[in-house]
């Protein structure tokens, strides 16, 4: 198969398809997978804290609110323009 800059044949999300479409034979897609090299070290761990990223989202939500001239929940309108109680 010819390589190419933005060749897809082995992107992981078409593999199946190319597979039954005959497009890769799935030999030749093991023998690709084989000569990869670990990239392991260039791995780097992303830990999300739940906590924070509630936080994070309260304070934003916060954030607009005040930027629109209102406090949180309290003043937001209904459809036919009168404030919920």
Request: proline share 1%; hydrophobic share 30%; no cysteine.
């Amino acid at each position: 198969m010819k390589k190419t800059k933005f060749d897809i044949t082995y992107d992981v999300r078409l593999i199946d398809r190319n597979i039954q479409e005959g497009l890769l034979d799935k030999n030749a897609y093991e023998k690709h997978l084989k000569k990869l090299k670990d990239r392991e070290d260039n791995a780097v761990p992303i830990v999300i804290d739940e906590d924070e990223e509630e936080e994070g989202l309260e304070a934003k939500v916060a954030e607009e609110a005040s930027e629109a001239g209102g406090e949180g929940d309290e003043g937001i309108e209904g459809g036919n323009g009168d404030k919920e109680e």
